[in-house]
């Protein structure tokens, strides 16, 4: 199972902000979307950083509530892992748990163009593990 697969069934939308929003809206669209991190790119999806939940935290915990008025790209991380369409399961499930961390973006030519979560991941393996579970008892019932 690959990433273009998971893709192709969530969709390829991503939430995004700019580097200079401040990182009250970051607070804001995460907490609307209900989602645990944004994307952070340039006005060609490009990606340049990504921002979680627990990098707000972390920086409101040393700064106080004064950090909402900062620009994103202070907080936000800039070094950001990433994977292809052509990336399996199992080799995005071994970057997100060598990096401890729970999203990644999927890039294709240059841009951003989707992200993965590790629900994604859990998703498609419960599905993988449930479909070779009722090849067996197939193969089993027939033999």
Same mark, same amino acid.
């Given at each position: 199972?690959t990433v273009?697969?998971?893709?192709?069934?969530k969709? *390829?939308?991503?939430v995004?902000? #700019?580097?200079?929003e401040?990182?009250?809206?970051?607070?804001?669209?995460?907490?609307?979307?209900?989602i645990?991190?944004?994307? !952070?790119t340039n006005?060609d999806?490009?990606i340049?950083g990504? /921002?979680?939940?627990?990098?707000i !935290?972390?920086?409101? #915990? +040393?700064?106080?509530?004064?950090a909402l008025? *900062?620009?994103v790209r202070?907080v936000m991380?800039p070094?950001?892992?990433i994977?292809?369409?052509? *990336?399996? !399961?199992n080799?995005?499930?071994? /970057?997100m748990t +060598? #990096?401890r961390?729970? *999203?990644?973006?999927?890039?294709?030519?240059?841009?951003?163009?989707g992200i993965?979560?590790i629900?994604?991941? !859990?998703?498609?393996?419960i599905e993988?593990?449930?479909r070779e579970?009722e090849d067996?008892r197939s193969y089993?019932?027939?033999?």
């Amino acid at each position: 199972m690959t990433v273009k697969a998971i893709l192709e069934a969530k969709g *390829h939308d991503v939430v995004t902000l #700019g580097p200079n929003e401040k990182l009250s809206e970051a607070v804001r669209l995460l907490a609307e979307r209900r989602i645990g991190a944004l994307v !952070v790119t340039n006005g060609d999806r490009k990606i340049v950083g990504i /921002i979680s939940e627990r990098d707000i !935290v972390r920086v409101i #915990g +040393r700064e106080g509530a004064a950090a909402l008025d *900062h620009p994103v790209r202070q907080v936000m991380t800039p070094k950001v892992n990433i994977c292809n369409e052509h *990336h399996t !399961v199992n080799e995005v499930m071994e /970057i997100m748990t +060598r #990096g401890r961390f729970r *999203h990644l973006p999927v890039e294709k030519d240059g841009q951003l163009d989707g992200i993965i979560s590790i629900g994604d991941v !859990v998703k498609r393996r419960i599905e993988d593990v449930e479909r070779e579970a009722e090849d067996i008892r197939s193969y089993i019932a027939t033999a």
